[in-house]
């Protein structure tokens, strides 16, 4: 089992930067990809990044490539998503996702994962 808390979200000003941080703990932390995720209202759900700890190589959507980065902790048990050049479409819940099962990144992506956090809220408005 893992326990993921995601903390960070707010609301900025188009043009400004958020940091999110998701720590996670639990019996299990043998996964194989973590990341990002987020719900916009009235949409699906879509991952947003990821990182595959087996060569810590990153998977962005074409959306947020060169505006969002994926970090994790020495420990390993906090990953974070430093978003900048934030824009109005950003606004959504986002989640902070683990995989454990050994799935392709792209399934990761279209939103199998094995746990996930209970959210956060980012609103970008002026």
């Known amino acids: 089992q893992l326990h993921l808390v995601e903390s960070g979200g707010g609301l900025v000003q188009p043009g400004g930067a958020l940091t999110l941080s998701c720590v996670y703990s639990g019996s299990t932390l043998d996964y194989k990809i973590i990341g990002w995720h987020r719900q916009a209202p009235g949409k699906e759900r879509e991952g947003v990044g990821c990182v595959v700890t087996a060569d810590e190589s990153q998977y962005y959507i074409d959306s947020v490539k060169g505006r969002f980065t994926i970090s994790r902790d020495n420990a390993k048990t906090t990953v974070s998503l430093q978003m900048n050049s934030l824009q109005p479409e950003d606004t959504a819940v986002y989640y902070c996702?683990?995989?454990?099962?050994?799935?392709?990144?792209?399934?990761?992506?279209?939103?199998?994962?094995?746990?996930w956090g209970q959210g956060t809220q980012v609103s970008v408005s002026s």
């Open positions: 996702a683990v995989e454990t099962s050994g799935r392709p990144i792209a399934a990761f992506m279209a939103g199998a994962a094995d746990y």
